[in-house]
């Protein structure tokens, strides 16, 4: 009897914890995949953004220093989750890490699968192409050329408009990631690739035998946004407090001037 007595007192106290799970109260409350941590998706493959330092071995750039410091005043561990980019929003929708942080553009499209905190960071579509390739000045010089683009990016979606909007018979070749479209450029397997201007300004700073950056006014300007579950309203909130404070104080500028500096 005293057994039963004691099962029902658990029974009981589960049911209610149970009950109190699901008030109002707990859904403002911070979801996190893992406890102590901030855990973050991002195809660690994009300099100076997100890439791995060759020397040490660790992951670095500007959005890896933003996300360390916003896990840092959350009083969170940071801890980055290197995705492929075609499967970086289904693992944020499987709640494989909390954010995704991968100088990803805000975009319609995406933002009904997922909330975007405000923007952290502005860019813009350019053409990369080789360095001794005089032809290719604007976008209407990609008629007849192949164009090499990170398949699912906005660099892909800007150049499937310039063929359906503008008419522009170009040929798309996507790539899983970024790395190798440039490097389709710099075989010669594509005349050009449409990519963020600040990983092309990179890439052509730090190989300027290779190649030469393109820009064009057909190309609008993007804001890149942290991505969250929608679920987790109060992470988004919270995270958007973070930028805040950090672009207020000055820290945003810190980072900046590190990684863009000149
Ligand atoms: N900003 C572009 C987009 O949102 C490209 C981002 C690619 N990021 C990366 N880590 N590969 O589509």
């Not at 300027?208 to 942290?226: C, K, L, Q, W």
Request: proline share 3%; aromatic share 10%; charged share 30%.
């Amino acid at each position: 009897m005293k057994r039963v007595v004691t099962a029902m007192v658990i029974l009981a106290a589960v049911l209610i914890l149970g009950c109190a799970q699901q008030t109002p109260t707990e859904e403002k409350k911070i979801k996190l995949v893992e406890e102590g941590f901030l855990t973050v998706g991002s195809d660690i493959a994009y300099p100076p953004f997100e890439y791995t330092d060759e020397k040490t071995g660790e992951y670095t750039g500007f959005d890896i220093d933003l996300m360390t410091e916003i896990a840092n005043r959350m009083g969170l561990k940071v801890k980055f989750v290197n995705t492929a980019w075609d499967g970086i929003i289904p693992g944020l929708l499987a709640h494989k890490y909390d954010v995704i942080c991968s100088a990803m553009t805000i975009t319609e499209e995406r933002a009904k699968q997922v909330d975007f905190s405000d923007p952290y960071f502005e860019a813009k579509q350019v053409i990369l192409t080789k360095a001794d390739n005089t032809e290719i000045q604007d976008v209407d010089d990609l008629n007849g050329k192949i164009v090499a683009v990170q398949q699912g990016t906005t660099g892909d979606f800007a150049a499937q408009r310039l063929k359906d909007e503008k008419g522009i018979q170009l040929e798309i070749k996507r790539f899983e990631g970024t790395p190798e479209a440039l490097m389709a450029v710099q075989k010669g397997d594509a005349d050009a690739a449409i990519i963020d201007n600040f990983v092309a300004y990179i890439a052509a700073k730090e190989n300027p035998d290779i190649y030469r950056v393109v820009e064009s006014d057909e190309f609008a300007p993007e804001y890149y946004g942290i991505a969250v579950n929608k679920d987790n309203p109060a992470l988004l909130e919270k995270i958007n407090e973070v930028l805040k404070e950090i672009k207020e104080d000055g820290t945003y500028d810190k980072i900046y001037n590190k990684w863009f500096g000149e």
